[in-house]
């Protein structure tokens, strides 16, 4: 079901995002799954082990810090803050 976050369409079955003027942006699946997090929770602050429960299932995973938010900053970079 898609969802409007931060004044963007958010469409997590075709991982899109669709901002104000009509540009979409396709994401990979783990950027879309995060950006379903944490538009779910705004306002609050979500742990790296936290979001490696949510997105990654509780699985060890390891990655660039940066490379799955990278996506959603590009969609709305002043909302997002990392820590």
Partial sequence: MSFTALGCKVDPLLR?????????????????DLLV????????????EQLIESVWGGRFVTFDRGLPLKAVRDVEPRHLVVL
């Fill in 37 to 48: 997090l944490l538009a779910g929770r705004p306002g609050e602050v979500i742990s790296v």
């Fill in 16 to 32: 899109s995002v669709t901002d104000a003027s009509g540009r979409t942006t396709r994401l990979e699946p783990k950027a879309c």
